[in-house]
């Protein structure tokens, strides 16, 4: 049973900072990546960053040059440092750890994180 625990979310004023984190337990015998996403009232889940094992990053377009994705594998942690965060940038955000298993992926999810931008 593989579970993921997020925190970080909260209440901030646009350009203000915040760090979601995601820790993962239980047994993970190949992690190909790890990521966020996030879905704000009315709109469909969307991958704000992702991170393989490999190293390779990838960010949504809104979100590239204000937030950073980064991996501790020997916590089993990925972080989100969000910057310069705007009102757009609400939604809650959905830690993701996608498994390799042979020829086939799958995703697990965490419960989900409220980041409110607002002033």
């Known amino acids: 049973q593989v579970q993921l625990e997020e925190s970080g979310g909260g209440l901030v004023q646009p350009g203000g900072s915040l760090r979601l984190s995601c820790a993962h337990s239980g047994s993970i015998s190949s992690i190909y990546a790890m990521g966020w996403y996030r879905q704000a009232p009315g709109k469909q889940r969307e991958l704000v960053a992702v991170v393989t094992t490999g190293g390779s990053t990838n960010y949504a377009d809104s979100v590239k040059g204000r937030f950073t994705i980064s991996t501790e594998y020997a916590k089993n942690t990925v972080y989100l440092q969000m910057n310069s965060l705007k009102p757009e940038d609400t939604a809650a955000y959905y830690c993701?750890?996608?498994?390799?298993?042979?020829?086939?992926?799958?995703?697990?999810w965490g419960q989900g994180t409220q980041v409110t931008v607002s002033s």
């Open positions: 993701c750890v996608v498994v390799q298993s042979g020829a086939n992926r799958f995703n697990y």
